[in-house]
Every structure is written in C-alpha cells, then in structure tokens.
C-alpha cells in the first residue's frame, strides 16, 4: 500500500530534476517542497502507529544531518543535499530490509549512490588518463613521507574503531568502512591541523604495547587491505579523477553554472591560480589564507572579478581550469530506484544472497 502511494512521486520527481539537472544544472525547490508535502499527505492519509512516526522522522532528522554535513564539505551541491531529503521523506520505511540501520536507514540510499558514482568514476578516469599523468600521480601518491605518516594515522585510528567495529558491524562492508575512515581522519586533520600526527604517534606506540591482536597474520592481512584501498581512494583515484573530470578553458570564454576547479589566490599585487585537488573532505570549511575565490560553481560577479583581473594583468594565465559536469541527480535518482529494487543496501544484498 505504502509503496504504490510513493513509487508515482518518486518516479516522477526523479524524471524531472534528472532531466533539469542534465539539461539545465538546476533541481528547483518547488519540486522537493512539493515531494515533502506529498510525503506528509501520505501519512495523513494511511495513519502509522507510533513506532513507525517515531522511526520516519528520526531517519529525516539524520538524512538532513546528512545531507547538509555532504553540502558543507563539497561533496554534492545544495540543490542535491535537498533532493537527498525529499526522496527520504517518499520511500516507505519498509522499503529498507537489507542493511536496515535502526536510527538511519536512508544509510542505503547514500551507498547505493555513491557507489555506482565511484564505478563510473573510476572507470572514466582510467579511460581518459594518460601514461604521463599516469606517472605524475604515482609519484604524488607514494611519497615516502606522506606514507609513512598516513600509515601512523591509519593505524593508530583503526585501533578504536576496530572495537566500534565489533558492536555494529560496519566494518563488514569494506567501501562504507573506507570511507568512514576517510571523514574521521579529514575532520581530525582539520581540527587539528599538523598537530595529529603526534597524537597518533603516541597512540601507535601504546597500541604497540597492549593490543594483542597486531601479533596474529589475519590482523596484519585485514590492515593491508584496508590502508591500501584508503590509500588508492585518498590518493591516487581522487588526484586521477581530478585530472580526468577538469579541462583548461579561455577565461573569456566563462559562463554562469561552471564549476571552478582551481583557487584564485592573492599574490603580491596580482592573482595566481591553484589547482584545488582535494585531500580533506574538509578543506572547503576553512578558509585559507590569501584566498580570494574558492571552487564553486560561479555566478555572473564571479566571472565578472576574474576577467577583469585577467584584462587587468593581475592573473596571468589565459586559460583556467573548471570540471566537466556530471548530473549528480542521476545518479541520486538510480540510487533510490537501486534501494526499491534490492530493498536496501546493494552491497548486503549481494553478500547476504549470493555469499
């Protein structure tokens, strides 16, 4: 019952800001406040128990944490984290059986989103990459510092959670666990910028001491896997895709709706450009010093500023990176179709039925 009062908005909201998002960059607030609207009209209407009120809105409530902790940190733009929280308000509580999380089970959604993401990605990337980048990024990647030090903090942080791990099982799926390493490390970074690494020292020295565990084979074969796949995603994937989904443009030729992938960083009297690869999730909170204008997707006073600037002699390159635009409502949109079909989480589905 409760499925085919919400499939028809779902699909029909999905068509339309899929399609606006393609065509045009935007998903308007009219369409998600109507799918909220929708939702609220639905259960006016079939009347849940308590139990079942109480569990919707907790599951909003952390949807729109969520969703607003993605926008905060770049991940996905505003347009998108409102999206994310109309179609968590349209699927039906029930519709969530594989991966069920009590307090979050939209936990789903996000999955079956950002993975099919990351496939396309990936693929993407190594289908346009060239051997010199290719090189470059082996090189940047496999710092002999950079690994000695994430080595130390992946070990030193994987020690409570690895006890975290033990209570809720979240460690079982090795894409979710990397990236909740992932945001832990980039939000310890930067509350605490070039100071953690003594802390993981010292917590990687007691660990040493009393964690029995580090003398077994299948610990140091479990670490492996995960500190490699961290390393490949932190490093290696997202400086390949940076390289892959950006290009060089003419300043003159800017338009609103681009997405700078560059800074514009005040030097002297003038302007430089500096790529924004991002390590940290982070990044984007903190605002840097002589950092005039930061990635974003830019508007007529944006353009305005850099072009002036560039006639101006103040930046002076000719050209300037923005990346290529990939329709995150799409993929938001086969993620929820994703999570009807299987009934929740992908990747528990597939380990449940077929392993």
Not at 173 to 187: E, R
Request: net charge positive; glycine share 4%; charged share 15%.
């Amino acid at each position: 019952m409760l499925f085919l009062l919400y499939i028809p908005a779902i699909v029909l909201l999905g068509l339309i800001t899929s399609h606006e998002d393609m065509k045009k960059g935007i998903i308007r607030n009219k369409l998600v406040l109507f799918a909220i609207i929708y939702s609220f009209f639905v259960l006016i209407i079939i009347r849940p128990d308590i139990e079942y009120i109480s569990s919707f809105f907790m599951n909003s409530f952390f949807a729109t944490i969520a969703a607003i902790l993605f926008w905060l940190v770049n991940l996905w733009s505003a347009g998108d984290a409102k999206l994310f929280i109309a179609y968590v308000f349209l699927i039906p509580l029930n519709s969530y059986v594989y991966g069920y999380d009590n307090l979050f089970p939209a936990m789903a959604v996000l999955v079956n989103t950002f993975l099919p993401l990351f496939v396309f990605y990936f693929l993407k990337t190594f289908s346009k990459i060239t051997w010199q980048q290719l090189i470059k990024t082996l090189k940047f990647s496999f710092d002999k510092k950079k690994l000695s030090n994430l080595f130390i903090s992946f070990f030193a942080i994987s020690w409570p959670l690895y006890f975290l791990s033990s209570m809720n099982n979240i460690f079982s799926n090795l894409f979710l666990a990397v990236i909740v390493i992932f945001l832990i490390l980039s939000l310890l970074e930067f509350l605490l910028p070039g100071k953690q690494i003594k802390w993981f020292i010292v917590i990687s020295l007691i660990r040493l001491l009393i964690d029995r565990s580090i003398l077994k084979q299948e610990f140091w074969v479990m670490f492996s896997i995960f500190f490699i796949s961290y390393l490949i995603l932190r490093y290696f994937v997202l400086f390949l895709s940076f390289s892959a989904f950006t290009k060089d443009i003419n300043i003159e030729e800017l338009k609103p709706g681009m997405m700078l992938a560059q800074k514009v960083v005040k030097k002297g009297k003038g302007f430089v450009l500096q790529d924004a690869f991002i390590t940290n999730l982070f990044e984007g909170l903190k605002k840097q010093k002589n950092s005039i204008l930061a990635p974003k997707v830019l508007n007529k006073g944006d353009i305005t500023f850099i072009k002036k600037s560039h006639s101006d002699n103040k930046i002076k390159k000719h050209q300037i990176k923005v990346q290529e635009f990939v329709s995150f409502a799409l993929f938001l949109f086969m993620g929820v179709i994703l999570t009807l079909f299987f009934r929740g989480n992908i990747v528990v589905f597939i380990l449940e039925t077929f392993l």
